[in-house]
């Protein structure tokens, strides 16, 4: 019985090559169901363009007619971004006013960047400094407290005062945070009091102030 149960070399010989190409065919057919070459339809995009670049937030400022220019960038670069103007005198740089004389001095702060500005402040120096203007000078010491101060927008007045409570203020919101490419115009007028007598002669009184855009 042990023999009738054995199977023949013969048959083994027989059998083995077509064991052998069935697994041959399976694993072709393996490999191309795994390149896709039998799957279905398909369809893609590439995006070969995804970019993001930040904008520049850039300062210009100008007299009345455009003579004179600043930029936020004068002091170094976009990196730096802040400089300051001494060649533009918003109040006026004149050294003889008379009692109820005033001095109005237009100038533009302009957007030169390509980002909008989201804030637009004026923050007065903290001190209001007095100091000769010739060499005949009265003996009073509180010039500016003399000077009066109106700065105004187009119809809006931005500050009302006088020099010594300019000074020291707190940073003053602009109506205007200029997009880019956009101007704001700005008169600064400045008054000697009229009630000024001999002793404000021959005196000036500064104040520093700074501009700023943040976006």
Do not use: H
Request: hydrophobic share 40%; with cysteine; aromatic share 6%.
């Amino acid at each position: 019985m042990s023999n009738q149960l054995r199977t023949s070399p013969l048959k083994r010989i027989r059998f083995a090559p077509v064991a052998l190409l069935a697994g041959i065919f399976a694993a072709v057919l393996l490999s191309l169901s795994l390149t896709g070459t039998l799957s279905g339809f398909a369809a893609s995009i590439t995006n070969s363009s995804n970019t993001a670049a930040s904008g520049t937030l850039i300062m210009q400022e100008q007299n009345a007619n455009a003579s004179v220019t600043c930029l936020s960038t004068d002091g170094g670069s976009v990196s730096t971004n802040a400089a300051t103007c001494s060649t533009i005198n918003k109040f006026g740089g004149s050294t003889t006013m008379t009692p109820g004389n005033t001095v109005n001095t237009p100038i533009t702060i302009k957007n030169t960047g390509t980002a909008a500005a989201s804030t637009f402040t004026l923050t007065p120096g903290t001190t209001c400094t007095q100091s000769a203007n010739g060499t005949s000078n009265g003996t009073a010491t509180d010039l500016c407290a003399k000077m009066n101060l109106v700065v105004t927008s187009g119809s809006t007045t931005v500050f009302s005062g006088t020099l010594a409570s300019f000074k020291g203020g707190a940073a003053i919101t602009l109506p205007t945070a200029p997009a880019a490419g956009a101007s704001v115009p700005f008169n600064f007028a400045v008054t000697l009091d009229s009630s000024a007598g001999n002793t404000y002669q021959g005196l000036a009184a500064s104040v520093p102030m700074t501009w700023t855009f943040t976006a």
